[in-house]
Structure formats: C-alpha cells, structure tokens
C-alpha cells in the first residue's frame, strides 16, 4: 500500500485541502492562483495514485465522497504541523546564518581597525546581527576551535598558533611595527627607528611558556638582519599583564599601532621600526560555511 504515496507530494495535498474546503475547482484555483485545468488534474493525478475516488462529478456541481473526507479530515491536521514545525526549523536556521560571532582581543584599540571594518560590512550586510566578544587571544583561539566564535581578530604573531591548528588567517589590518618606550629613554627623541638603532635593547616580551609566538616573531624578526634579540628577565603571561605591570626599567616593547596601552603611570612613546609592519589579522575555521563569514572575509581591506 505504501507505493501508493511515492508519487503524492505536498502541492497535490494542499490543493486537495483546498477544493475539499471550497467545494470548486474554479474557487480553489482562484484562491491557489492556478487555473481551473490545472487543479482538476491534479486532483485526478491525486486520485490515481491513491486509488481512491475523491470527488463525485455531475455537471457543474463537486462534491467530496466520504473517503475524502475522512482522508481530508485525517490528514488536514497533522499536515499544518509539520508545516508549523518545517517554519521553526527554517527560522532557527536562518537566524543562525544571520548571525556572526566575532571576537577581538581585549588590549587592541577596536576603533582603530574593528569598529571600520565592522560599520562597512553592516553597511552592505544590516540583515546580519554581529555578536561581539572580546576576550584574551589564547581563549579567543579556544573559543574559535569550540564553535563558540566564527572569527578572530588577534596580533599577526598569534598566525603560528592559528597554521599550528589548521585554520586559515588573513590580514586585517597592517602598520609599521612599534617600538614602546618611556619618554625619557633617549631613543624617544628620534623620529623613526631601525633594528640597528634598538639592536643592543632590552625587550620586554610575552612569557615563552604562555604564549612562545610573541618569542618566535621577534627573533625572526632580529634573525632577519643578523642580530640576536636580547629579552628581559621579566616576562609577562599576557598582554593585559604588560598593561597592568610594565616598568620602564624591564626595557622597551615591541607592540603595533592598534595596542592599546592606557597605563597611567607613565608616559609611553611609540616610534614606528622603519622597513618592518605588523598588526592584525583574523583567523576563522576552514568548514565554516556561513555566507556572512565569507561576504565579510571579502570585504577585508587587505590582500596578503
């Protein structure tokens, strides 16, 4: 008996509901905006794959059998519930792809590169709501892997941790490196800065255990002119712990343009390294699909 539905789809239902409710092929094809043709086969076609007579014809008059009916009256409900549950999937779904889960580190300056990109891309996209997080990189990458967020914005350095598990980046945003220093280290006065003028510095960098990237850029970075960096006794677990602690006399800091350094306590000089950039970039995983992702990877100023 079964083979029997092989054939019946939603539309031939929905058109039977109809014809059954209106008692006319004429009105139903009206309300259904087909033609009269059009329904009266469908019903037919209905009819011969149910092997059940629906409807009695005489003349101009329609009217539904008793098998009809019962199948109409069977069947009427539970179709507008799977249409009810069918509407709560769909909008759960396309509320989920209408949404972006971003997170950005907690010590950038987001109106110097997010709030830019973010405003141009609602711009394009107001249908998308963006969800904004901001947290410390490590957690952010953590967060990135746990579904919890569909893109980073991190430090350039943190690509290593990011190739390390598997997930593409690109630039968002790019500078001249900067060199932080107090106002009163004599390196303040001049205008820029090369790796020849801060060679024999002391550099105050993030702990190797925490977070062994920060390590690893600035002793490419030195390696690539031939120098060996030399770096501070005192290291710090985050950068929020840079923001909190840093001393003047720990030694200076390599940093980029959208850190942002709010420390009270002294006055802190940026002189932009002549000849090297850094900055930010996003990170995102590979099997994310969501259209909105894609659309704002494309709308990213910067090509790699």
Known sequence: MKEAFYNVNFH????????????????AAAKLHMTQSAVSKSIAKLE????????????RELHVTQAGLELYQRWKKPMQEIEKEYEKIWKLQHDEDSQLKVGTTSTTDLNTYFW????????????????????????LITKLADRQLDIVFVPDFMKYRLEDLGFPWKWAAKDAIQILMSEHHPLAKKERLTLE??????????????????IRFVRGLFASAGYEVKISNRSYRTPEGIESFYQPSD??????????????????????????????????????????LQNLLRSLPLKE
């Open 251 to 292: 030694g200076v800091m390599i940093g980029d343009s959208f850190f942002k350094y709010e420390n009270s306590r002294q006055k802190m000089i940026r002189k932009p390294l002549s000849g090297y950039q850094n900055g930010i970039i996003c990170g995102w995983r590979e099997d994310n699909s969501s259209r909105y």
């Open 116 to 139: 830019p990109i973010m405003t141009q891309f609602q711009q394009k996209f107001p249908e998308c709501t963006v969800e904004p997080d901001s947290d410390n990189m490590e957690r």
């Open 197 to 214: 003028d801060v060679k024999d510095e002391t550099f105050v960098l993030l702990d190797e255990g925490s977070c062994p990237e920060n």
């Open 12 to 27: 031939q239902l929905d058109i039977f509901f109809c014809t059954v409710e209106l008692e006319s092929f004429t009105k």
């Open 48 to 59: 011969q794959e149910l092997q059940i007579q629906l409807f009695t014809r005489h003349y």
